[in-house]
């Protein structure tokens, strides 16, 4: 599941351009911490515009713990192997004392097609608790998803946690 198109960790102020992305064993994009190298950056305003993802084995873009990220025109399609085989998995993590955050990610014109799982997933893991005060904030505008299993699942948040998650023309 690690066989990443592109990996972006522990990095900050990153733009991708018209990325296509196809016939990984991981995930197209991944966006987050590397846990191994002791780094204590986290990931900070990532700009995605125009990618083309396709047959990727594990999740088309997994979004972890990282803020100021923003998807823009984005098609994900087929994505089927290893789970949760999303078109997009926003799943904040914390591992090794890193910060917990998924604040200001925004996700316009999302088209996703044929995912094993959902199109788009939010995935509050047990690691998201009201203790280690994760900021959420994620606005998911014009998201069009046909034959995934499900277009848009969210699941795991626990009672207590603050923020706000906007989907609008979905």
Not at 17 to 37: A, L, R, S, V
Not at 61 to 79: E, F, L, Q, R
Not at 117 to 127: E, K, N, P
Request: glycine share 10%; aromatic share 6%; hydrophobic share 35%.
């Amino acid at each position: 599941e690690w066989g990443h198109g592109i990996s972006i960790t522990n990095s900050e102020n990153v733009i991708l351009e018209n990325p296509t992305i196809k016939d990984c064993w991981g995930d197209g994009i991944y966006i987050g911490n590397n846990f191994w190298d002791n780094s204590t950056i986290s990931t900070d305003n990532v700009i995605i515009n125009n990618a083309i993802i396709d047959n990727v084995r594990r999740n088309g873009i997994s979004v972890t713990s990282n803020k100021n990220i923003t998807i823009n025109n984005a098609k994900i399609t087929n994505v089927n192997g290893a789970q949760p085989q999303a078109g997009i998995d926003i799943e904040p993590e914390g591992v090794d004392g890193m910060p917990i955050v998924c604040d200001n990610i925004n996700i316009k014109n999302l088209f996703t097609f044929n995912c094993n799982g959902a199109g788009l997933l939010l995935f509050f893991t047990h690691d998201v608790t009201l203790s280690n005060n994760p900021k959420i904030d994620i606005n998911i505008e014009n998201h069009t998803d046909e034959k995934s299993q499900v277009g848009l699942f969210a699941a795991g948040a626990n009672d207590g946690l603050s923020g706000t998650v906007n989907v609008l023309n979905s």
